[in-house]
């Protein structure tokens, strides 16, 4: 198989390469170095820092890091619209077919066992700098017009991948040091982090979080409460109804009956809706 021409240094390729094991990086160093620049991080936070700095042209991760697993930080920068368009490629131990559909999940291009033949590293990464190439233009653009309100500072990136993690977890029993490690913040920083931004707990968060979810659900579907509240993360209906009541003042079957009589009032064929209001009406 050969190998990629060598070009000048400065127009080569840039390369992130993440991993916390010193041989690992020693031997990708060796083996991709003569075709490529090469940037390194060995924790997830310092690659998420490299990562939106330099903008490389593609980022090698491990899964196993020590501040956050490679999928968290394969999920952060594909949520920054800075990073969202770098191929990222899995070079990882962890080669069982759930890693790899999480990995490939979150948004990453390619999963590489470890330990890996030299020339199949090669080959995959060029192949994948081939077909991100059309789009960098594209992606480049998209940053520009996406602006400042949509990038944020790093700390409403990091407050953004939480709220997202929040939300695809309701069913879970979730605690701040677990959904801390998922965004590579301690859990006291990310307390912190939801007090300086939304001015309320992680935990009050959640508990918002669940019944907004169960009103939506609520709303547009015809679960039965039951399922709604286990779709929005309660153990059991009447947590969920006492949650929904403390908040809207009614149950959760008296807001959706209130809210289906309400659309059949206003889809009713043959009424006057005047400025006077609807015919007949009772006061």
Known sequence: MSRPALAPANHRPLLLLVDDQPEDLRWLTALLH???????AESGRV??????????????????????????LCRLLKGDPATRGMPLLFLSAHNDVGSRIEGLSHGAVDFISK????????????????????????????????????????????????RQYIAEHLGEALTVNQIGR????????LLALFREELGQT??????????????????????????VAFHA????????????????????????????ARERADGAPGVDQGPGGPEGEAS
């Open 34 to 40: 003569p075709h490529y620049r090469l940037a390194f």
């Open 47 to 72: 690659a998420l820092q490299k990562a939106q700095g330099l903008t490389p042209d593609l980022a090698l991760l491990d899964v196993g890091l020590p501040d956050m697993d490679g999928f968290a």
């Open 115 to 162: 330990p890996f033949h030299p020339e199949e590293v090669l080959a995959r990464v060029r192949v994948h700098l081939r077909l991100a190439s059309p789009r960098a233009e594209a992606v480049a653009e998209a940053v520009v017009q996406s602006g400042a309100e949509e990038a944020g500072t790093p700390d409403q990136r990091l407050l953004a991948a939480a």
């Open 182 to 189: 998922q965004v590579g913040l301690t859990g006291r920083r």
């Open 202 to 227: 992680v935990s009050g968060y959640i508990s918002d979080e669940r019944v907004r979810t169960g009103q939506r659900l609520l709303a547009d579907t015809d679960m039965s409460v039951q399922d």
């Open 233 to 260: 993360g309660y153990s059991n209906a009447g947590n969920f109804a006492t949650a929904f009541r403390e908040r809207h003042g009614l149950s959760p079957q008296a807001y959706r009956v209130a809210l289906r």
